[in-house]
């Protein structure tokens, strides 16, 4: 992992690793994806600004979110089937955020099951929550998440219908992979990935399949999965999911200023200016393009955390600039995590940790709070 200076190195190392369908799972958006590369070229645009001769001796990353003391403003954002990116994948980065002292965001279409992961790791961490049809089982999972002593509920609101994502239909992507020819190729030139996942806990979805009945058989699970996403979801249903969520609720998925003050009248404790990844609605504005408004409006309401393209310290630098308190990256990580399991999600982080840290220096700047406006030399 040391020879890996950069994210694009453990990406370069994932795409040889990882079987095609889970990687272009991993890098696809919807549609023309015009979001998902507009989230990474509005970030590239925006320039740091150089100062010297301050004394920068005394760095330090740290900050507090949500009343937690963070190694770095950042959060693993929740990625659905990451425990087929590498064999019990979810556990590996939880461990590995929690090693670095950040937070880790299970996906409700995780893989490994909530309490697999509780059982496995030492500390809690964030769990995110897809509402669907079924209210019922919602219920349920935000009871076991509570059970699980989940220190927060990451609540996805920009999914109400799928945002259709090309790569993924012509792949044949389900979970375990189709069979096609194409498919079985694949798999066969990475032995490595396949003995991982096959010695790993489990092969579905582990927060739904044995929780519902009838859900043990992969395709009617899939077929239930596709369904039950719901269109009627609503501000109604947030107030609900706070009345049942004993902790801290984090609305993901705001996009919008209107959106944004709603959200800070809901009770939430922070939102996540996010876009899905461009993965929902293409031709939507990039992440970092709306932080800076939605951040002027309820920055004082609430927190505000920002996702949508981070690969490095300069991205987070950047979001933290432009008013974010902490920053979500989740497919830096599954690079890691494809490339070298828990060790590979170690090294994102810290490559991300230490280009923040570098970036500081050179911007004279010694700690998060500092990290304003100033910064940014254009936009």
């Known amino acids: 992992m040391k020879t890996m200076t950069c994210i694009a190195d453990l990406r370069q190392t994932y795409h040889r690793k990882v079987p095609r369908a889970f990687v272009d799972y991993c890098e696809s958006g919807s549609y023309a994806e015009e979001t998902l590369r507009a989230n990474r ?15 920068v001796a005394g760095r330090s990353t740290r900050t507090a979110l949500l009343g937690e003391q963070l190694a770095l403003p950042l959060a693993l954002a929740p990625v ?9 994948g979810e556990i590996h980065a939880c461990r590995a955020a929690q090693a670095a002292g950040i937070p880790y965001t299970l996906s409700t279409m995780s893989i490994c099951s909530i309490e697999d992961v509780a059982a496995a790791v030492a ?7 897809y509402v669907m049809k079924d209210r019922g089982y919602i219920r349920a999972l935000i009871e076991r998440a509570a059970a699980a002593k989940c220190s927060a509920l990451v609540l996805t609101v920009d999914l109400q219908v799928i945002g259709q994502r090309h790569r993924d239909i012509k792949n044949g992507m389900t979970v375990p992979p189709e069979i ?54 609503s501000w109604k249903d947030v107030e ?24 800070a009248k809901t009770g939430a404790a922070a939102i996540v200016v996010s876009n899905h990844g461009g993965r929902q609605l293409d031709g939507a504005a990039s992440s970092i393009a709306m932080l ?11 927190e505000v955390m920002f996702d949508g393209g981070i690969r490095s310290g300069q991205d987070l630098m950047r979001a933290l600039a432009l008013g974010a308190r902490a920053g979500m990256s989740g497919r830096a990580y599954i690079y890691g995590l494809g490339a070298g399991g828990e060790a ?16 500081m220096a050179l911007c004279g700047v010694t700690s998060i709070g500092e990290i304003n406006r100033r910064v940014i030399a254009a936009l």
Do not use: C
């Open 180 to 233: 096609r020819l194409g498919n079985l190729v694949d798999i066969a030139t990475k032995p490595a990935w396949a003995l991982g996942v096959l010695r790993g806990r489990r092969k579905t979805f582990g927060n739904i399949a044995g929780h519902y009945p009838g859900m043990s058989n992969v395709t009617v699970l899939s077929k239930w999965i596709a369904e039950q996403f719901d269109p009627t979801l």
């Open 240 to 263: 609900w999911i706070k009345s049942l969520w004993p902790g801290k609720l984090i609305l993901k998925g705001i996009l919008d200023v209107e959106d944004a003050r709603i959200a």
């Open 344 to 359: 590979g999600v170690a090294r994102a982080i810290e490559i991300i940790k230490n280009e923040l840290d570098t970036s």
């Open 292 to 302: 800076p408004p939605i951040a002027d409006a309820v920055g004082a309401e609430l």
């Open 123 to 129: 500390k809690p961490f964030w769990f995110q929550l």
């Open 80 to 88: 659905g089937l990451t425990g087929m990116q590498h064999g019990d």
């Open 41 to 55: 070229a509005d970030l590239e645009r925006i320039k740091l600004r150089q100062r010297i001769l301050h004394d």
